[in-house]
């Protein structure tokens, strides 16, 4: 099963249940652990892991050979005005291609090979029964999207996929996101119980429903807010499998880059919860 964790916007937990569901698994079994936030991955910031891995990873973007007629058929067929057609020159800007091959594919003078651009690197790190594995875009690119793609390429070549893999998702409801929950057997959306998390939730609701995956609700900081978020779930069938607490305790041992599934019960029995809803899931698939 692989399991992406996600969520309407930043800072709702994506990363602190992706982490501890992913250890708490792993005293029973083998699990991969996925950092596939590119643009700001920090799982790693709670893991004790050996680096097994370290790998560079590139991009294919056009290069200008100079032998051209400067017809303007690749600026024409490119939507994503990466190719721009001067008066005696064509610029190409690597950092807005998405190697869609169609400006190499289509110049009458084969004038635009495709070459190797570097944009960041997949690193993989061993702990015990825990595989982390994270993508981590260059400083300076704009498109998180190939790299989480072949962070995921990457895990689906190395690993049975019989083990369960949790995707730790970049917020928001964009094309990174997507990238990860059309790789997604189940999606858990973490959301908190305010109008800010509410509004988040039903955006995200809104995008997994689009791509027909299963989904449920993980409600973190538990305790503030108010009962809309409960109430919206309720009335749109939406499974809420966890209710984390809003506990001083959880907010201190964050601060100081610990897990909470084994220093706080009340976040092992929630994740007791998250485990036993997904499988029950699974064994009916």
């Known amino acids: ?51 097994k891995e370290d790998l560079i990873r590139y991009n294919m973007v056009p290069r200008w050979s100079g032998q051209c007629s400067l017809c303007r058929e690749c600026q024409a067929n490119c939507v994503w005005n990466a190719v721009i057609v001067l008066r005696d020159r064509v610029m ?47 400083i300076g690119q704009e498109l998180a999207v190939p790299l989480i793609a072949q962070t995921i390429k990457y895990i689906n070549e190395k690993f049975d996929k019989k083990i369960v893999r949790i995707f730790d998702s970049p917020p928001g409801t964009s094309c990174p996101v997507i990238e990860v ?15 800010f998390g509410l509004n988040d939730l039903q955006l995200a609701v809104e995008t997994v429903r689009q791509l027909n995956k299963p989904f449920a609700v993980v409600i ?55 485990e036993q809803y997904l499988f029950s899931k699974a064994g009916k698939a």
């Open 1 to 51: 099963m692989t399991i992406a964790i996600a969520s309407g916007k930043g800072g709702t937990g994506k990363t602190t249940l992706s982490v501890n569901l992913a250890l708490y698994l792993a005293q029973k079994q083998p699990v991969i652990l996925a950092d596939l936030d590119v643009e700001e991955p920090n799982s790693g910031l709670f893991l004790t892991a050996d680096l």
């Open 92 to 138: 190409v800007y690597p950092q807005l291609c998405h190697s869609c091959y169609a400006c190499s594919e289509l110049c009458p003078e084969k004038a635009l090979p495709m070459v190797p651009y570097r944009m960041g690197v997949v690193r993989h790190f061993v702990s015990d029964n825990l595989n982390f594995v994270e993508g981590r875009l260059d």
């Open 181 to 195: 929950m059309k790789n997604a057997d189940f999606v858990i959306l973490i959301t908190e119980p305010t109008p």
């Open 220 to 274: 973190n900081r538990y305790g503030i807010g108010d009962n809309q978020v409960e109430n919206y779930c309720q009335t749109q069938g939406i499974d809420i499998i966890a209710r984390i607490p809003n506990d001083k305790a959880i907010a201190r041992l964050y601060s100081q880059g610990k897990t909470l599934f084994d220093n706080v019960p009340s976040v092992a029995h929630e994740l007791q919860r998250i």
